[in-house]
């Protein structure tokens, strides 16, 4: 099936640190989104992307939608110690319905005391 | 409600018990959406409603696994014989619209 490979695993980082993430594919995608999940809760919407190029902020998070649209990546500005958890890509392809997400395996953010 | 409140927040099953995992969407919203999350992956698809109307089940993995939606709000996802392979996190998602899913905290099942 598809698969959206998501970079790095995991991260240890100083806080005040940036942050960068990506997500890949063989596939096209029409619609990339990016959320965040803390232990014990479920996955929160962070950006959400409809275009190729497109680039959106949401405070110190930015996230692009890749030009061949088959990438996006995720930059954090400055962290902080609440931004700790793990962070999914996810997205539909031209060949999905308008509803099943694509998920990557998530990368998890540790900030080192 | 506020948000869409899964129950239990936790269940262990015996091997071949069956379970049921509710999920109360947030008041209004007519898509509902259920993921099975693995440790250390992201969610996976299981099914979608449209109100009452199951239009997708495309994602459940057998035969065992059943959900419903009979008045299109609640939703019970149902696990018969529980085995070991079905221990995972059941995350509940509602939307109005679009892909503004609103995620429940999910449901962490052991199989033992």
């Known amino acids: 099936g598809q698969q959206l490979n998501q970079s790095p695993q995991s991260m240890f980082i100083q806080e005040g640190e940036d942050v960068s993430m990506n997500c890949t594919s063989s596939s096209i995608f029409n619609t990339w989104l990016w959320y965040k999940q803390d232990p014990g809760e479920g996955p929160v919407l962070l950006i959400a992307?409809?275009?190729a190029g497109e680039l959106t902020s949401n405070g110190r998070l930015t996230a692009q939608f890749g030009i061949t649209r088959k990438d996006s990546f995720l930059n954090i500005s400055a962290s902080i110690p609440s931004d700790v958890g793990i962070y999914f890509c996810a997205g539909l392809t031209d060949m999905d319905s308008n509803y099943q997400l694509i998920w990557g395996a998530g990368t998890k953010l540790i900030i080192k005391p | 409600g506020a948000g869409v409140s899964q129950s239990p927040r936790y269940k262990v099953a015996k091997r071949g018990q069956d379970v049921a995992l509710r999920c109360d969407p947030i008041s209004g919203h007519v898509s509902l959406f259920w993921y099975q999350q693995a440790l250390g992956q992201g969610p996976e698809f299981l099914t979608y409603f449209q109100n009452e109307a199951q239009l997708d089940k495309s994602g459940l993995p057998s035969d065992r696994f059943f959900a419903e939606r009979p008045e299109g709000s609640v939703s019970t996802l149902k696990i018969q014989r529980t085995q070991q392979e079905d221990s995972a996190v059941y995350l509940c998602a509602s939307t109005a619209a679009g892909l503004g899913y609103t995620f429940g905290s999910g449901t962490r099942l052991t199989v033992v």
């Open positions: 992307l409809y275009k």
